[in-house]
């Protein structure tokens, strides 16, 4: 097996803890099947997703970023829902913009009754990263940092 068959992506959710984590737990207690590659982070609101957080988690070696909340006009907060899906499609534009393909951006809409469709988003925005391939972002980040390394120990090595 070669080590890009072995690869899976790492996928980051940030969910509304209204809707789309409650479905998220509900797809858990009715033992539906999704990826295991997903890790959540349970937010009071979409519209409270910072569009720092979706870009640091894409430098720190996530694959990609799901952002779910409640759908649009039930929100719990009245308008949080649609202001995130106006920061999510300005962020997938400044992705573009960095480089980065913004499939690694994914927003749903999942009711806290949507188990079945909370498993469906997961496997689909999976499915969709497999075929983006890994995060480019994150390996030149890291070969930055062994190129930084790398210069620290040779000017240390003509001081001394």
């Keep these: 097996m070669t080590q890009e068959s072995k690869w899976e992506p790492k996928l980051l959710g940030f969910l509304c803890r209204w809707c789309s984590y409650a479905g998220a737990d509900l ?10 590659n997903i890790r959540i982070i349970k937010v009071p609101c979409s519209g409270r997703v910072d569009s720092l957080f979706i870009l640091k988690a894409l430098r720190l070696g996530f694959d990609g970023v799901l952002v779910s909340g409640c759908h649009p006009g039930d929100c719990h907060y009245q308008t949080g829902n649609y202001r995130a899906r106006r920061r999510i499609a300005i962020t997938k534009r400044f992705l573009e913009y960095l480089g980065v393909e913004p499939q690694r951006l994914q927003a749903s809409w999942v009711s806290a009754s949507e188990g079945g469709k909370f498993t469906e988003v997961v496997t689909d925005v999976t499915r969709g990263l497999k075929e983006v391939g890994p995060n480019q972002l994150f390996e030149r980040r890291k070969d930055g940092a062994k190129a930084k390394a790398g210069s620290k120990g040779t000017a240390r090595a003509k001081k001394g």
């Design 27 to 36: 797809a858990g207690t009715s033992r539906k099947k999704y990826p295991a």
